[in-house]
Nanobody, 116 residues
């Protein structure tokens, strides 16, 4: 069974930085990609960034140039480095993993709050 556990959220002032981590327990066999999504109050969950097994990354336009997704295969962990944070980045951030192009797993989420 695959489990994803996020950590690293918190409260930060605008312009500051946070790094989120997502640790994967269980097999990595068959994993296609991992990513970060976020959901702000009253809004739908949206893509933030993804990283494929081969290392190709994809970012939402709203975070390009500010956020960086990376992975440490030895630690089975994916990171999201968030710089130049804005109040509109406030959301619950969820880790996501896709296996065999059809199976999807989610973490429970970690709250990120950016004050102005």
């Amino acid at each position: 069974q695959v489990q994803l556990v996020e950590s690293g959220g918190g409260l930060m002032q605008a312009g500051g930085s946070l790094r989120l981590s997502c640790a994967v327990s269980g097999t990595m066999l068959g994993m296609n990609s991992m990513g970060w999504y976020r959901q702000a109050p009253g809004k739908q969950r949206e893509l933030v960034a993804t990283i494929a097994t081969g290392g190709i990354t994809n970012y939402a336009d709203s975070v390009k140039g500010r956020f960086t997704i990376s992975r440490d295969n030895a630690k089975n962990t994916v990171y999201l480095q968030m710089n130049s944070l804005k109040p509109e980045d406030t959301a619950v951030y969820y880790c996501n993993a896709i296996y065999f192009k059809t199976r999807e797993y989610w973490g429970r989420g970690t709250q990120v709050t950016v004050s102005s």
